[in-house]
């Protein structure tokens, strides 16, 4: 069974920085792009990164270039986003998913609250 | 990387249909047969319900169905049920390894 299971938010000062994780189980890690998306209280989904299967592309919505790096660590089946430099409007659930063009397999979320 | 074009909410009794519209441009829907489509209820995570704009994935019910033209695509819904009322949200590929959302569209079952 596939599992995305996502961890490290919190609550975070604006300027301030958080490191999210996401443990993949139940099928190949390395052979798979993975993607973040997330959505702000009641809002709408919006996706903000992806992996290549060996880490070597990496692509960001505009909003987050240079504030936000993705990366994964494939012998450890883990994939992680560094948030820096946080703004309130980065106050969202996180969601791992599995694929870039249609991400077929998304982790329960981590929320994450920008506030002072 | 605009969203793309969603109704904000549509609604149906049950047994009937209804179609959600997801307007794009010719650098996303217009351009790829790979829009997809996402059920999501309340505090739970999206789920995958339309891919390559008609493909169904494996458990999900003939009753959904997905369609496009130029750029837009459309999910259409048949046979109507309670547990269909949900957000949905369309999906498209833009090119370069980027993907844009939909705002998403309540689905309300009268």
């Known amino acids: 069974e596939v599992q995305l299971v996502e961890s490290g938010g919190g609550l975070v000062q604006p300027g301030g920085s958080l490191r999210l994780s996401c443990a993949a189980s139940g099928f190949t890690f390395s052979s798979y792009w993975m993607s973040w998306v997330r959505q702000a209280p009641g809002k709408g989904l919006e996706w903000v990164a992806n992996?290549?299967?060996?880490?070597?592309?990496?692509y960001y919505v505009d909003s987050v270039k240079g504030r936000f790096t993705i990366s994964r660590d494939n012998a450890k089946n883990s994939l992680y986003l560094q948030m820096n430099s946080l703004r309130a409007e980065d106050t969202a659930v996180y969601y791992c998913?599995?694929?870039?063009?249609?991400?077929?397999?998304w982790g329960q979320g981590t929320l994450v609250t920008v506030s002072s | 990387q605009s969203a793309l074009t969603q109704p904000a909410s549509v609604s149906g009794s049950p047994g009937q249909s209804i179609t959600i519209s997801c307007t794009g441009t010719?650098?996303?829907?217009?351009?790829?047969?790979?829009v997809s489509w996402y059920q999501q209820h309340p505090g739970k995570a999206p789920k995958l319900m339309i891919y390559?704009?008609?493909k169904r994935p494996s458990g999900v019910s003939n009753r959904f169905s997905g369609s496009k033209s130029g750029n837009t695509a459309s999910l259409t819904i048949s046979g109507l049920q309670a547990e269909d009322e949900a957000d949905y949200y369309c999906?498209?590929?833009?090119?370069?390894?980027?993907?844009?959302f939909g705002g998403g569209t309540k689905l309300t079952v009268l």
């Open positions: 999906c498209s590929y833009a090119g370069s390894s980027i993907v844009v």
């Open positions: 010719s650098s996303d829907v217009g351009s790829y047969n790979l």
């Open positions: 998913a599995r694929g870039v063009v249609h991400p077929d397999y």
């Open positions: 390559e704009v008609s």
């Open positions: 992996i290549k299967q060996d880490g070597s592309e990496k």
